[in-house]
């Protein structure tokens, strides 16, 4: 054992001060670091942790590693003086801080007629950047007191701590009572957002200190928190022994950011879960303020099964509270949607009645639906999905009207970033044998052709949605009837049919006698991953599969009987007309558009929305664990073993749904 390592200072970190001192061992102290996470620490995990072997840089009391870097001759500060820049940039502007989850200073939240704000900023009972900061109760109402004597006819705005407004904490300032020069600012807002429109900032030891110097603006500190004593704050305890340690140095604010943001705090890479940069971290806080603010308001789901409801919830609430469910139109209705609330549904059809209230309030819709690399495991066995669509057109799988996929696949000019990111994703896909659901054994599959062309038909779940909305009913829409078409088309050909997983699994509909089958095919292959067996054949034969997206993947020659998302655009041989698809594109633009533009990604551990190369890479770390363990088949048979988990899945929805 070589060091013991606890949070902070902390009260439920001292026994493992204890024992490290008792072995003579070192204390590592974690905290969070400055660039934490999208919202609290209650939901979401952090991004970014400080570990310090000398103390921890809100304990003034002593010298922490950062207080040491600071006061050092050591040339870091030139050395990543550009990264620095570009880091600090880039945070003012994306306006991210320790929490992001908060909203823009919203009009009507600073008063108009104000000759100059000043911001105080109150902090919860019990920080222990207080009491280590050289500060007390009493330093708070110190605080405010020369705000209002040193600012006159300046409005003074009393920012409370989000946890004391969430009702969770007690803050020092909480008694304060609004008048004509005061205003308490009590709800959640950006931080820089909010501290762009002051002229000055008052605190004890709060870290948004920091983030006003990084803004510009003067700071006034009552307490002694890390960046106070370096020359760039107007500190009211000149005489505190930490400030006397720090008075032969002068550091500029674009040095303590680059010590604290670069060199003290370490980053988790939140695509790949490995080591990282602060760069990685801004580029994952800002996708997540982007989806936040892109689904603003009420998220009201229709109709969604319990079960449905409870995988959903987490991956749409980056706001608390932001997702309600509705049985019914009449219950949807009920909750008054208005504004910036979404009424959503799962699939094409909405339930009854919930498109007429969407006309009735002028809410805007959008139909959710799994994506195209789906989960490792089947969504009709309850495992939850890691990649899902909402689109606000249409539906992909529906060809009758247009969806947000087709319309971007027909107007969007990708870039070489686009193109360079598909080439590479494609690359992977076909290399690791990415399907949908992951579930099949991979192998080498060789058939006894006899050297003849070996055609694939992969088959379908015969109710789905892709069939009823994208084959015609007079045409082909069935197994059988697309294997019948299949011979007529390659009468010589070696043919194989691939039975659907759903179907095999007896969730589905789509089952079809062997004899029938083996009437027209040559082989029914149950065992193989449907990726194995496009790696075997010449062509695809389907309606409206995935697998013959999987197949122009890895190059293969695709027929189609019906009108999925990835038919018409002159990289499939169709049977059916396609109206609206007109352009022509490269299987790369398909790739970006299907699979980089148009579903959302996310990840389950970190709580939050990441990229299609991010889901890949955990898919296939799950179904390498899983072979690994010999467990990836128990996901695919025993049927009481499969009941016993979906019924698992439905306790624990009906639990949580109360």
Avoid at 56 to 65: K, L, R, W
Avoid at 103 to 128: H, K, N
């Amino acid at each position: 054992m070589d060091a013991i390592a606890g949070w902070g200072l902390r009260p439920g970190a001292q026994a493992a001060r204890r024992y490290a001192q008792h072995h003579g061992l070192p204390y590592v102290a974690l905290e969070d670091g400055f660039v934490r996470s999208f919202g609290t620490g209650r939901i979401f995990p952090p991004l970014s942790l400080v570990r310090d072997e000398e103390g921890i840089y809100y304990d003034c009391t002593g010298p922490s590693a950062l207080e040491n870097l600071l006061s050092s001759d050591a040339r870091w500060q030139t050395q990543d003086a550009e990264a620095a820049r570009r880091a600090l940039g880039q945070l003012l502007q994306l306006g991210l801080s320790k929490y992001n989850h908060a909203p823009d200073v919203l009009p009507g939240l600073l008063r108009t007629g104000d000759s100059v704000r000043i911001l105080v900023v109150d902090q919860t009972v019990g920080d222990m950047s207080v009491a280590l900061g050289g500060a007390d109760a009493q330093s708070f109402q110190s605080m405010l007191q020369a705000a209002r004597d040193e600012n006159p006819g300046a409005t003074v705005y009393v920012k409370t701590h989000p946890e004391v407004s969430a009702g969770h904490k007690q803050g020092y300032l909480t008694d304060v009572q609004p008048d004509a020069r005061t205003v308490l600012l009590r709800d959640a807002v950006n931080p820089l957002g909010l501290l762009g429109s002051m002229d000055k900032v008052y605190v004890v030891s709060s870290a948004m200190g920091f983030e006003a110097l990084l803004a510009g603006k003067p700071v006034i500190c009552f307490g002694v928190p890390w960046y106070a004593g370096w020359g760039v704050t107007d500190d009211r305890q000149l005489w505190h022994p930490a400030l006397l340690r720090r008075a032969g140095r002068r550091r500029s604010v674009e040095e303590l950011f680059s010590a604290a943001y670069l060199h003290y705090a370490h980053y988790l890479n939140p695509e790949t879960r490995q080591r990282g940069s602060v760069f990685d971290v801004l580029d994952w806080l800002a996708r997540q303020r982007e989806m936040a603010q892109r689904f603003s308001g009420r998220l009201i789901l229709v109709g969604f099964r319990r079960w449905k409801a409870a995988q959903v919830k987490a991956m749409l609430e980056l706001h608390a509270g932001q997702v309600v469910f509705a049985g019914d139109a009449a219950a949807a209705a009920a909750l008054q949607p208005a504004e910036n609330d979404h009424l959503i549904w799962w699939g094409a059809t909405p339930p009854e009645g919930v498109r007429e209230l969407a006309q009735a309030t002028g809410v805007r819709v959008l139909r959710m639906e799994d994506g195209f690399v789906r989960s490792v495991g089947l969504g009709s066995d309850l495992i939850p999905p890691q990649s899902f669509v909402l689109d606000a057109a249409g539906i992909y799988f529906d060809p009758s009207q247009p969806s947000e996929l087709e319309i971007l696949l027909n107007t969007q000019v990708f870039t070489l970033q686009d193109l360079e990111r598909a080439r590479n994703v494609r690359a992977f896909i076909a290399r690791h044998g990415i399907t949908k659901y992951n579930l099949e054994p991979r192998m080498a599959v060789q058939w006894p052709s006899d050297g003849r062309q070996v055609v694939l038909v992969p088959g379908q779940v015969e109710d789905d949605a892709s069939i009823r909305f994208g084959c015609d009913a007079q045409g082909v829409h069935t197994n059988l009837g697309l294997l019948a078409a299949a011979r007529d088309m390659f009468p010589d050909a070696f043919i194989v049919f691939k039975p659907h997983p759903d179907v095999i699994s007896g969730n589905r509909r789509g089952h079809v006698e062997p004899a029938q089958i083996l009437h027209h095919a040559d082989h029914i292959e149950p065992k193989a991953s449907v990726v194995s067996c496009i790696d075997a054949c010449d062509a695809v034969v389907t309606m409206t599969s995935l697998a013959g997206f999987d197949a122009l993947l890895r190059g293969k020659r695709v027929v189609l009987h019906g009108r999925p998302f990835y038919a018409g655009w002159g990289l499939t041989e169709d049977m059916l007309p396609v109206p609206r698809r007109s352009r022509v594109l490269s299987l790369d633009e398909l790739v970006a558009g299907a699979l980089l533009h148009y579903p959302l990604y996310w990840d389950p551990l970190l709580k939050g929305y990441t990229t299609c190369e991010a889901v890949l890479r955990r898919l296939l770390e799950e179904r390498t664990a899983l072979e690994n363990q010999g467990h990836l088949r128990l996901l695919r048979t025993g049927w009481l073993r499969r009941q016993a988990r979906k019924s698992r899945v439905l306790l624990r929805a009906w639990l949580s749904n109360g």
